[in-house]
DNA sequence: GCCGATTTGTCCGTATGTATC
DNA sequence: CGATACATACGGACAAATCGG
């Protein structure tokens, strides 16, 4: 469970908030009153409000209090602002996930790779085609570059599940973030023979270049989705100091 | 300029990232030397690090040091993660902004626009549609509902160039934070008929709810984009306390 | 319009825990 | 093991915004 009290106080109020004890437009118990529940200092509630506001639950309001944001939705929720592993959102939508492996083999990043990936020349890399099904339907392709050194022993069967959980529950491999893009691309060759894209001409891309906790780029992918398929969610804060 | 101590400070830590003067991969001087040169309590130089990690300009390393992520592109500056307006993002890309408003009109919210928008049934809304155009060129197919007390005194002539600045500066509008959904959708005859599509058949689109600072929703707004003219760009942490 | 109570925003100093080297 | 660096938490002080009387 949670190791630290902040934590735990997001998760309770998020509990609240999306079960519906706290209401849509309702202000949130002061902050000092929440200080009396949870016996804690007030920069620990704050810390948790803080997360709740970028996650999108709620929005503070200088000398009134803290309004619910929050909505329930019917909508499948696919919440962003952390990452998630393709498996993890499949399930977290009651999708039952694929995976069938297209391509599956070293290379070394030359200068190509680098303008591409970022990658320093003559980094070894894994290069990995896939194409993820959701419910037997073939949805996604991704491409996948790893660094060899930090994905050490990985394995086209291992590639058939999830990459993710090897990395982080046998490696010990500790994620930090990740940079997306986001664009629509024309459909490739590849596209069409691998996924079913109806009439679509293009796909709406996701690319992303994640970092160890230690700081080191360590994979890029695109993630190629079916336009139908595809929403992403995200949430942003005013600049306050413009004037 | 900043009103406040650790912003500044984070301008002035982006400031030498951004220059070069802190380089990617380098360590950042630690929070304790950051302490002396700025004059402030760790905590400061601790909530101006914490938001340059969420910018993606850093990102911290326990028992180790801050670590620059931070890369020189020459690529157009597209960050996202806070809030912009149309007019805003333009002039930063080096772009003409044009606008030319093909509907504007009252409308009262009913039962389909509440579904669709959030609004609550009743609510007085004022419905636009424009087209806006970057270089001369028609690219974006803009649908905005606003709230029509809050937006009072909003006129055509107004929509045509840049609503946001006239709710900021004119009408002291406090604008708080925005929820953003992408998702890519077929195109539609409106626009087909007013974007230069080529052969696409879908577009970009960028669905928004806005809030007031005061937690008000007062804007939904679809902003549908030609495909190859988008792009977007988000961050995000991997959270810990995983078992 | 002013005053006072409440509430959030900023900042400080300190203490302790934990990871890295 | 010790020194260094980041992470969490506490408590206190004052500023700034809101609201009711």
Redesign the pocket.
Known sequence: MPN???TAIYESLRHRIETGEYRYEEL?P???MLVGEFG?????I??ALNELGLQGYVQ???????RVLYRPTAQAQFTVGNIESYEESALRNHRVPGTHVIRFERLTADEAVHSRTGFAVGTELVYIERVRMLNELPLIFDINFFRADIAAGLTQEIASHSIYRYLEQELGVAIGSTRRVITVERCTALDQQYIDLEDYNCMAVITSSTYTADGILFEYTQSRHRPDQFLFVSQAQRKKNRR
Request: aromatic content about 4%.
């Open positions: 630290s009290k902040y949130l002061s902050e000092n804690c200092a007030r920069g620990t704050r810390r503070s309001i200088h000398g009134k209090g803290v």
